[in-house]
């Protein structure tokens, strides 16, 4: 899957950025087409002409649930995980009024915390649960956090920067037993990891097309059979009155094609794809000096690998990695001109000296062994080149740290 500009194209990228966003997978946009033509009709029409674009949706509806393990009426077409994780905090809040605190996590997307932290100012509550060292989340906290007028847990299935991976059935659990709903925000886990809904005590979960190989500007919410959730949008009939406005056919078409295929290469997922994200792995921390692995090497999604290279700046690499036509993340929000790291590496207590040099490797089942060797060729050169440029290159923990701590309180 080569990067196109203007339409040309380009000199192949190597892509190993797929927990930001993938690729459209080459069926899905076939899948997808005619619907910008021939099939343009409403799927909510009474005439037959609307009713052929009806079946198309139904069955992308269906294609959903069955990635899922869910049944069709359960899911709730979106424009993004965003609005999932909106619709199911709020949509909760408003459906339990005499219930105003949610309990979360310090690792969570900012769908997620930024949105509680701004009930915060309407008058609702939140507690945010901490990690461990290696990204777990700490259980007894959960229960802890739990109060009387506790309406709602969410947590995510998988982190989006580390790929550790929640214990979000036990999470359920621990809500149900308190007569408390379950949100879990799966964005990064589904069509990675196995699930299956119907035997599970998740009451809602969150889902983005992009993250699965459709296009932006779709999604998905999964509702439990009998949970209360108020709408998001309001309008028309859409969704079972779930969330109004005409449906998105396209995309919806494109999304159930997704989950078809994902469906189809979950096996590659956990197999292939994790050996050369594990190769990517061993061949960088053999090769680079003072490297490290953020998060639990175990429970963790198979395609995710986030490694600090200490004392450089995680910018500084992938600006170098980009002129070879690399394309990751970093874990650093230095771009905003502070040297303020990851909120989920500080949650994690990693020190400054690693967290600032933090790289996000996220794979898909696109990606080849001969991208990683190259990734292992090119890498481990620029950061010793940067070490060498670097005043703290040397490894001066004490005077790294003071003059993040600096940057920080300026």
Partial sequence: MSAQTGGKEQERW???DNNA????????????????????????SMHSFGGLVRRDLDRGREEVAALLGAHPAEIVFTSCGTEGDNHAILGTLRANPGKRHVV?????????RSLVRALA????SYTEVGVDAVGRLVLDEVREAIR?????????????????????????????ARGIVFHTD????????????GSSAIDLLTLSGHKLHAPKGVGALYVRRGTKLFPFLVGGHQEDGRRGGTENVPGIVALGEACRLARLHLDEEQTRVRRLRNRL???????????????????????????????????AIL????????????GSACTSGSLEPSHVLRAMGVPYTAAHGSIRFSLSRYNVAEEIERVIEVLPPIVERLRAISPFGRGDERTWTGQAEEEHRH
Wanted: charged share 20%; no cysteine.
């Fill in 14 to 16: 190597i892509y190993l």
């Fill in 21 to 44: 966003t993938t690729g459209v997978a080459p069926e899905v946009l076939e899948a997808m087409m005619p619907f910008f033509g021939q099939r343009y009709g409403n799927a909510s």
């Fill in 319 to 330: 600006l170098l990695l980009d002129r070879f036509r690399i394309a990751a993340s970093s």
């Fill in 121 to 124: 100012e309407q008058g609702y």
């Fill in 148 to 176: 009387p007028d506790t309406a709602l847990l969410s947590f995510m299935w998988a982190n989006n920067e580390t790929g550790v991976i929640f214990p979000v059935e036990e999470l359920a659990q621990i809500a149900h």
């Fill in 104 to 112: 979360t996590s310090r690792v969570e997307h900012p769908a997620v």
């Fill in 281 to 315: 792995e061993e061949g960088l921390l053999a090769r680079a000096r003072d490297a490290l692995v953020n998060g639990d090497r175990q429970q963790r999604l198979p395609n995710t690998s986030n490694i600090s290279f200490r004392y450089i700046e995680g910018e």
């Fill in 186 to 197: 799966a964005v990064q886990a589904v069509g990675k990891l196995p699930i299956d809904l």
